[in-house]
């Protein structure tokens, strides 16, 4: 009886396609590249045991529903928080949310009815791409380079676009993109925050993977490019998380947003989940104040960028002239474009046959997917296992090789 | 420029009529009865902080990302949990969501688009009516007697409604109902199937009430109802949560369903939140191992009992033939209807003015209000707090018919 009720959108959905992949997972010695997941290895277990701890000394605070906007100390912490990466804001301009998922879900359930416009840089995140296909959006691609978002095509699209078909929004990573890992540079963070301004549409910057620098320079989040002067309306969204820098299992993300749309998406947020859990606030405001998270954020830097180094290399050395990379300055991810002679349904055959596994580039395009690229993710495993995995990607390389000239033969 | 930019919906949104009520919450000396919150001093906070630390024994798990449809341990818990109740079912049937508002707002996501009909059992618990108005949902209220949902009128509705007319979904709580407090006979129970799998509708059971039982009388779920002989579809499906019993905090609820169902929900899920906070899921499924869970409920129901005694004890003797309200047999809530003498507006002003908080009637009400309303909660207050609370009230009504006189002179 359930299949006539469903709506049309949920009639025969798509999962997501790397939860597809979970099966090759479970294969004894399989290596995966696939995950977006943060090194368990580089979470701070004992400093959130403490936090748990000190936490739950006030059952009454931290076993009882919260405000719907969030914890107040947590509010405080985050704003505090985030004058580190140069936002200049308060408590009462922080929402927190259920990790950075919830967050832009609510953007779209509070700004995008069925045939609004959604500007998405592409290659990007596939439960983006999901949201917005469930919410009935008209997804344009936004085009990429090895510096991020394209902001010149971005002017011509904008351009071209009749006034009914401009975007209401516009959503990209800047900061070491997923899946890209590209950092967007300045030049291009202030043409965006102007063409949003010009053409009157919201930048959802989402920056879960901003601390994760893998060098000293500092580059501002485009949230701070947007905020002009006083009195003017800052056209950016900032979104984060602690999910890759303290642990997804808070599930503690956050938006920093007018107080217009913070309303609204609160009153969004009633009917989605009431509040996010007080007790994983409370922990992660404790352990803001236990002083942790510097160092323990220092070290996932440094450890990330060792194995982002040893995956590079590998790549460059043992795929010469088969692979086209960009080296990441931060984040968790290497975008790899291949040789259009190799079959990529092949390779990851062949690829699953060697023991790695990776996630097909297809699944980041909303629309006109280029399947001669794959993510790869050096965050989870080790450098030996990302070596013996450059290593078994190399074999399936010449395996799918060796299966297209058998097929041109 | 945001203002433009909103859909229609979120244009001019309404709030929680329940938290327009918080400013008054805070002034000095106020007992309210307007909460749906637990008694805090109920929470067993040393179980809790002991589950909290088993699970974060192993931060490699409790501190990931987990499944969207929830981790192992806590299914496998929750499924022999609900074995308690009657209900027989596997971990399989069992998606484990953010609270089990999180829950009811999936079902509307899969099932509900703009125009679709829903009854809901009225009066209803606000959010619900909230989440079924902002998915555009041409909502239509079920009446309810002092037995809950009437079937009689029900099966009346249903026999009128055209073809295109007829509901996809009936939202009720039919044991210990927010706000009335009634509990659905089991002939109401089988009726309310056997119309559901008629017409060809899904009954969405809400159930977060059904463990603070006052008697030693169970009351089957509905969905034991439903499910029938093998093979036949069960058209219940089946919310829960463990907020009125463990603690809300951890925004740990649930849902029973089919396959087809449970399938779809999650990829809504995975757009929503990705999956709810592992650590909780774990803290939870400690807290089931560590058998404390049975003690904590019967202790719940004794004192909520006693509160409620106390509540309804004093309404009847302090207010006699100007209220009306059917005695909870479990719960949290008495649902009170009073004199059309008095007004409304004026009553809530004289309350606020005695120091007592109540959230009037109309709250409850998606399209035809009762005015003359009030839900009462006995759960958070203790009973000297309750005493004084309905003596406030009786002056405050006193206040409100001496208004009403003075403006009929």
């Known amino acids: 009886m359930f299949n006539e009720l469903f709506t049309p959108r949920f009639a025969q959905p798509a999962g997501s396609p790397i939860r597809e992949l979970f099966p090759y997972l479970s294969r004894p010695g399989m290596i995966s590249f696939a995950g977006g997941y943060p090194s368990p290895e580089l979470f701070d277990a004992e400093g959130l045991r403490e936090a748990s701890a000190r936490a739950l000394t006030d059952g009454a605070a931290s076993l009882q529903y919260g405000p719907t906007e969030g914890m107040p100390r947590l509010r405080n912490a985050l704003a505090e928080h985030v004058a580190g990466?140069?936002?200049?804001?308060?408590?009462a301009d922080v929402?927190?949310?259920?990790?950075?998922?919830?967050?832009?879900?609510?953007?779209?359930?509070?700004?995008?009815q069925p045939g609004d416009v959604v500007y998405v840089e592409t290659p990007a995140y596939p439960a983006t791409i999901q949201t917005l296909r469930l919410a009935g959006a008209a997804i344009q691609e936004v085009p990429v380079d090895e510096d991020g978002l394209d902001t010149t095509r971005l002017a011509?699209?904008?351009?071209?676009?009749?006034?009914?078909?401009?975007?209401?929004?516009?959503?990209?990573?800047?900061?070491?993109?997923?899946?890209?890992?590209?950092?967007?540079?300045?030049a291009r963070r202030q043409?965006?925050?102007?063409?949003?301004?010009?053409?009157?549409?919201?930048?959802?910057?989402?920056?879960?993977?901003?601390?994760?620098?893998?060098?000293?320079?500092?580059?501002?989040?485009?949230y701070c490019h947007g905020a002009g002067p006083a009195g003017a309306c800052n056209p950016v969204i900032y979104l984060s998380?602690?999910?890759?820098?303290?642990?997804?299992?808070?599930?503690?993300?956050?938006?920093i947003a007018p107080p217009e749309v913070l309303r609204r998406c609160a009153i969004a947020k009633q009917t989605a989940d009431l509040c996010t859990s007080p007790l994983?606030?409370?922990?992660?405001?404790?352990?803001?104040?236990?002083?942790?998270?510097?160092?323990?954020?220092?070290?996932?830097?440094?450890?990330y960028r060792r194995r982002m180094e040893a995956m590079v290399?590998?790549?460059?050395?043992?795929?010469?002239?088969?692979?086209?990379l960009v080296r990441p300055k931060g984040g968790m991810f290497v975008w790899v474009a291949h040789d259009a002679g190799v079959d990529p349904q092949s390779l990851f055959c062949a690829c699953v046959e060697a023991g790695v596994l990776f996630v097909p580039g297809r699944a980041f395009y909303p629309c006109n997917p280029d399947p001669h690229t794959m993510r790869l993710s050096f965050?989870?495993?080790?450098?030996?296992?990302?070596?013996?995995?450059?290593?078994?990607?190399?074999?399936?390389?010449?395996?799918a090789l060796a299966v297209g000239v058998e097929h041109a033969l």
Chains 1, 2 share one sequence.
Not at 96 to 102: M, W, Y
Not at 103 to 112: E, G, P, S, T, Y
Not at 241 to 255: D, F, I, N, Y
């Open 95 to 112: 929402l927190v949310t259920t990790g950075s998922q919830q967050a832009f879900d609510l953007l779209v359930r509070v700004f995008v």
């Open 156 to 186: 011509v699209m904008l351009e071209a676009a009749p006034r009914t078909r401009r975007p209401k929004l516009l959503y990209c990573v800047p900061t070491f993109s997923n899946p890209c890992g590209t950092l967007l540079p300045t």
């Open 85 to 91: 990466r140069g936002i200049r804001c308060t408590a």
């Open 379 to 399: 965050a989870a495993p080790g450098v030996d296992d990302i070596l013996e995995g450059v290593s078994r990607l190399t074999r399936a390389f010449d395996a």
């Open 191 to 222: 043409r965006l925050v102007e063409l949003a301004r010009q053409y009157g549409f919201v930048v959802v910057e989402d920056d879960p993977y901003g601390e994760l620098t893998f060098s000293d320079d500092a580059t501002e989040p485009l």
């Open 313 to 324: 290399g590998a790549l460059e050395r043992d795929l010469p002239g088969r692979v086209r």
């Open 241 to 255: 998380s602690l999910s890759k820098t303290v642990a997804p299992a808070l599930r503690v993300g956050w938006m």
């Open 280 to 303: 994983n606030q409370l922990i992660a405001a404790e352990y803001f104040a236990s002083g942790r998270y510097l160092a323990t954020v220092r070290h996932a830097r440094a450890e």
